[in-house]
């Protein structure tokens, strides 16, 4: 018994420590990238296609973040931004809600594939899926949480 919890607490600081090893990067990298120019373009065209779902612009960075590297590092920039008061409750909701549905979409796409899946649909599927819902929660909060 005593082995076990003491094993299931090294694995928990294992797991904490490989967050943070992560994370803290990723937060710094943003910290430096947030002001230039390449980095604002990139926000720019990801917003044009985030628009219609009720994204602000501010949602584009940890939209961007959650769905190529996954849930886990784009709520650390949701977390961030949101302190900063830059992000509204819509912003937040709707982020959620399209990152619970397609988050990770190269790593998760490439582990599927490996078992056998066909990338093209996965990937297709989730985006479709994800784009739907999540513009269903828009047209339902839209007025709710302004």
Avoid: W
């Avoid at 607490?9 to 490989?18: A, D, H």
């Avoid at 985006?127 to 047209?139: G, H, V």
Wanted: hydrophobic share 55%; charged share 15%.
């Amino acid at each position: 018994m005593d082995s076990a919890l003491i094993h299931a607490v090294l694995g928990s600081l294992k797991l904490s420590v490989k967050l943070i090893l992560i994370i803290v990067p990723l937060m710094i990298a943003y910290e430096f990238l947030e002001n230039s120019k390449t980095f604002k373009k990139i926000l720019d065209t990801l917003h044009i296609l985030l628009k219609p779902l009720g994204f602000s612009k501010d949602a584009s960075v940890s939209m961007l973040v959650g769905i190529f590297l996954g849930i886990t590092y784009g709520s650390g920039i949701l977390l961030a931004q949101s302190e900063k008061n830059r992000l509204t409750k819509l912003d937040i909701l709707l982020t959620a809600v399209y990152l619970s549905m397609c988050h990770a979409v190269i790593e998760d796409t490439l582990l599927f594939v490996a078992i056998g899946g066909n990338g093209f649909y996965i990937l297709g599927t989730r985006i479709i899926i994800a784009t739907i819902i999540t513009y269903l929660f828009f047209i339902y909060f839209k007025n709710k949480l302004r």
